[in-house]
């Protein structure tokens, strides 16, 4: 037994896991080249104040989740606990909006938040997501919410529900703020304490709440889409006509709002109908004022991120495939010291020409070398011996049929590739 265990919430990925995520992470990287979006890598912590400024001081995130630290000069810092306000700080200290091919963008990484860990939900997790920045036309909505819709299908998930809404923006917000304030008074009491604050701070949060309770006097609130004004109106139905036009099915939730600060318009979920409670797989929507917290010009965004380990999850409840795990393509077995040599040089050949080859040096006879070859599930064994040594030839035996025959020793490469 280790003396140390790995820290509560966060867990290792293991080799027979992690051509799981691979397989994922590619699948992400070639829509990502679909839709050409370039890939963006931040730090892992940041100054706290990006997200107490972004994603909003009565967000569990700033109030309860953040792993914060003060590091030699006093200065605070916080592991990131979200993408988007790394990306756009990055876009703003370093000009992309300057640069070409630089305003659509990809990450992927961990984030961190002190969290009560529970399925599919962890404090170290890691996040994909995507990011539009510098338009505001509601084509830009419909094409973020494209690139998620396709990165599913294309992973073979079905049981999943795309829900979209407009949450409007600082103009017809306040409106919908106050009738919220109103129609929460009378059951003030039967909030539980978090949406007690948010309702004087941010009403449109308790609609986010996921307690039993507060969900049950949210149920028949007001809604956003009676208090838009004529722009944002006009923008979600033209967000839905482009979605309509790239044939993705959707429904509209007036009491999708997301529970970070920065969000206005446009706002979606893809919702997992076989995982329960904790069933978003990807969340997103515009970040219109984003840009200027953070200090930069008045520049629009819209993005979306998503959960590698919930993802998984869901993918495992389909039954979906994974492709396949990595193996060896050739098992190298020598017999004799001479031989050991000469295929030393021989693994190393193949290797450099993209072959993946396997030995081991602790095994010396044919019996263990075999026994050995068939448990990596590699498909071929080459095996050498002084007497092929000696007339420059080898065996080389499918292990898939049982099939050998010899052949020259410089005629190994071709063999293999063209099997």
Aim: proline share 4%; charged share 30%; hydrophobic share 35%.
């Amino acid at each position: 037994m280790s003396r140390y265990k790995v820290p509560r919430g966060t867990f290792d990925i293991l080799p027979d896991q992690s051509y799981k995520w691979q397989f994922v992470i590619n699948a992400f990287r070639e829509v990502a080249r679909g839709f050409n979006y370039r890939e963006i890598i931040t730090p892992i912590f940041e100054k706290s104040g990006i997200f107490e400024r972004s994603v909003g001081e009565t967000s569990d995130i700033v109030e309860k989740e953040m792993y914060k630290f003060e590091d030699k000069k006093g200065r605070i810092f916080a592991l990131r606990p979200e993408g988007t306000a790394p990306v756009v700080r990055s876009f703003i200290e370093n000009g992309l909006m300057l640069k070409p091919n630089s305003s659509k963008l990809y990450y992927l990484g961990p984030m961190f938040r002190y969290d009560r860990p529970q399925k599919g939900r962890y404090r170290q997790f890691y996040q994909y997501g995507i990011e539009n920045i510098g338009t505001m036309n509601p084509y830009a909505d419909a094409e973020v919410i494209a690139f998620a819709y396709m990165f599913l299908s294309k992973l073979g998930l079905k049981n999943f529900v795309l829900q979209i809404n407009n949450i409007g923006c600082k103009n017809c917000a306040k409106d919908y703020d106050n009738a919220l304030k109103e129609y929460f008074k009378p059951n003030l009491d039967a909030l539980c304490s978090d949406c007690r604050k948010r309702l004087e701070k941010n009403p449109k949060r308790v609609l986010d709440c996921k307690v039993k309770s507060c969900k049950e006097i949210a149920r028949d609130a007001p809604s956003m889409l009676d208090y838009l004004d004529d722009d944002c109106r006009a923008n979600f139905e033209k967000v839905q006509e482009y979605l309509n036009a790239m044939e993705i099915p959707y429904i509209v939730n007036p009491k999708i709002v997301r529970g970070l600060d920065y969000y206005s318009q446009t706002a979606f979920e893809f919702v997992d109908t076989n995982l329960g409670a904790q069933n978003t797989l990807i969340g997103g929507g515009r970040y219109d004022t984003l840009a200027e917290q953070l200090g930069g010009k008045n520049m629009p965004g819209i993005g979306f991120a998503g959960g590698f380990e919930r993802l998984l999850l869901s993918m495992e409840e389909e039954k979906l495939p994974f492709g396949l795990q990595q193996k060896p393509k050739v098992y190298l077995v020598s017999l004799g010291d001479e031989a050991r040599i000469a295929g030393i040089k021989i693994i190393m050949e193949l290797r450099e020409n993209g072959i993946s080859t396997e030995f081991d040096p602790d095994k010396t006879s044919m019996n263990a070398q075999m026994k050995a070859a068939n448990k990596t599930g590699t498909e071929f064994a080459l095996i050498l011996g002084e007497n092929e040594l000696i007339k420059n030839k080898i065996i080389l035996k499918d292990l898939g049929n049982g099939e050998q025959k010899v052949i020259n020793i410089s005629d190994i490469i071709m063999s293999i590739k063209d099997k």
